[in-house]
């Protein structure tokens, strides 16, 4: 190795602040190491579409004759089963995925890789929304890509719903991103966040009108149907199946707005890197 | 106990490394501590890993800060790069409060954590890319940092390759290249030569001594390893938490009065010789 002299004088020694510029940079950066890191591990990639597909393909098919939908808002005539879940599917893709970003920010956190993040000079909070946002990006390409397929499967919303849907996703992945930050914050070894994955996303889920219209869900269980209005990813998905069809569902959008706020930041306030370091002592054992 | 006068003394050791016409600008540099640590203290609970250590590093010296495992290092360098918060005490980097203006701290700052910090998925030019979007470096200036400093570690012809397919000694010297990118200042090493084979820790300390004496960074070197230290380093003991020595290794030596530095860390720790092979 050979060493050349430094051909700028470095930083600043008596810099304050950043520029839009650097800023932009950063989340940028972090966006499309997020992006890289996605489509390198195939298998994730593919099991993000799968699972949503199999609930299609095969759940939806066999329900079909079973569960009957009305015509409710936004829908302006029948559809299809498989039509109605549809948007409970892309917010169900965009559940596990802010779940899983979480899941990484926890491994990250032990392994290592987020100290480099955390060493920025930027603001930590910033950094923090910059992950959180690059993990709802990655959201948008399992989505889209669900899509796509679900278009050869006749569920086509208007083509403006594509564009449409498109500001209720990042909400909505935001607000599921920070749910999961802000779960991960409490969390201090990883082996406890596939027991809190257990305890989230599958009562969220379920709780919802993912799978079925709420108005069915009151006929059966009113004691379910407060849970679900209580419920933000209730909300989430309601959010998406109006964006689709190019309209707004005002109450979902504050309901969202309001929890994505709370859970952002709280999940900085209560993020703190120390939690993985400390519990073995920095580096495996030494302190 | 602390250490007031390493400043003084790494002052005295890049004075005589460099060229006297450099001098004056180089004690001009000095006046500012690169690193100045004031009393700091640090309790995992009811365990106290870092009690009122004090000491500074000077711009253009190298620092080894020795210790068994256990010492408290790696909580220092916590502290210091701010994952922990600090309870007690002071930290700055060139005159900067790391916990009143982090942001100025850290932009001096070049940090090599002890776990490999690379995402083994990219590119060696990924992972510098990536680095430099974290400090706000533009793509076109990041790539022609990239170049360069993979140049400088002899790693040019595998800026595409995967991280995972590069040796340990190759990563390690790609993240000392990724702490040089946005140029800092400071540079921190925490156990840099852990798992390497003899050549490669050659490799690395000889690096790390010539950004010292042609780049003028401050170097602070956390190591188990008595044999990385030579006598023109400055030296820090840290024991279960506590400074028990800093200052020109000489000057520790002849203070112990130690053949080398290994006899003078057990004198000063009391542990005897075959418990440092654990």
């Known amino acids: ?287 | 106990m602390g250490c007031d006068d390493l400043a003084m003394t790494a002052t005295d050791t890049y004075s005589e490394a460099t060229p006297s016409a450099a001098a004056p600008a180089a004690r001009e540099a000095a006046a500012t501590p690169a690193l100045s640590i004031q009393t700091v203290s640090h309790s995992y609970g009811a365990r106290r890993a870092l009690i009122d250590v004090s000491f500074d590093v000077s711009p253009a010296s190298f620092t080894a800060l020795l210790g068994l495992n256990g010492a408290g290092k790696s909580t220092l360098f916590s502290l210091i790069t701010r994952l922990f918060g600090i309870q007690a005490g002071k930290i700055g980097v060139f005159g900067h409060d790391i916990g009143q203006a982090p942001s100025e701290a850290l932009r001096l700052m070049g940090v090599v954590f002890q776990p490999r910090t690379l995402d083994l998925d990219l590119s060696v030019m990924q992972n510098l890319l990536y680095h430099a979007a974290l400090h706000g470096i533009g793509r076109g200036d990041a790539r022609s940092r990239g170049n360069e400093v993979l140049a400088r570690i002899g790693l040019a012809d595998r800026a595409g390759s995967k991280v995972r397919d590069l040796s340990g000694g190759q990563m390690r010297r790609l993240e000392i290249a990724r702490a040089l990118l946005h140029r800092p200042r400071l540079l921190l090493l925490d156990e840099a030569t852990v798992g390497l084979d003899v050549k490669a820790r050659a490799d690395i300390l000889n690096h790390v001594r010539q950004l010292v004496t042609e780049q003028g960074i401050g170097v602070l070197w956390a190591t188990h390893l008595f044999d990385e230290v030579i006598p023109s380093d400055n030296l820090v003991v840290l024991h279960q938490g506590r400074v028990l020595a800093c200052g020109e290794v000489a000057r520790v030596l002849k203070e112990t009065s130690a053949a080398d530095v290994n006899a003078a860390f057990m004198r000063l720790t009391g542990v005897q010789s075959g418990s440092l092979a654990s």
């Not at chain 1, 009562?203 to 004691?223: D, H, I, K, N, T």
């Open chain 1, 1 to 287: 190795m050979s060493s050349t002299t430094l051909d700028q004088a470095g930083p600043d020694q008596t810099r304050r602040g950043f520029s839009l510029s650097e800023y932009i940079t950063c989340l940028n950066g972090i966006v499309w190491r997020e992006a890289l890191r996605f489509l390198h591990q195939r298998e994730r990639f593919i099991s993000a579409l799968v699972r949503p597909l199999v609930w299609l393909f095969i759940f939806a098919a066999g329900f079909r004759q079973v569960l009957g939908v009305s015509i409710i808002p936004p829908y302006e005539t029948y559809v299809l089963y498989e039509v109605f879940i549809a948007p409970g599917l892309m917010a169900m893709i965009q559940l596990f995925n802010g779940m899983q970003s979480s899941l990484s920010m926890v491994y990250d956190r032990e392994m290592g890789n987020m100290r480099t993040l955390l060493v920025s000079p930027l603001p930590r909070w910033y950094l923090l929304f910059c992950k959180l946002l690059a993990g709802t990006a990655v959201s948008l390409l399992q989505v889209y890509a669900f899509l796509l397929i679900a278009w050869f499967w006749d569920i086509a919303p208007p083509p403006i719903g594509y564009l449409t849907v498109l500001p209720a996703l990042i909400l909505s992945g935001l607000m599921l991103g920070s749910l999961g930050m802000l779960i991960s914050s409490g969390i201090k070894q990883l082996e406890n966040f596939a027991g809190v994955m257990n305890f989230v996303i599958f009562p969220m889920f379920f709780s919802s009108s993912a799978l079925y219209p709420l108005w069915r869900v009151q006929e059966g269980s009113p004691m379910l149907y407060y849970v679900c209005q209580f419920n933000p990813f209730t909300h989430a998905v309601e959010l998406i199946r109006f964006a689709l069809y190019g309209q707004i569902n005002w109450v979902s959008l504050s309901v969202v707005g309001g929890c994505t706020a709370a859970f952002m930041i709280g999940a900085i306030f209560a993020y703190d890197p120390s939690r993985g370091l400390a519990r073995r002592g920095p580096a495996g054992g030494e302190t």
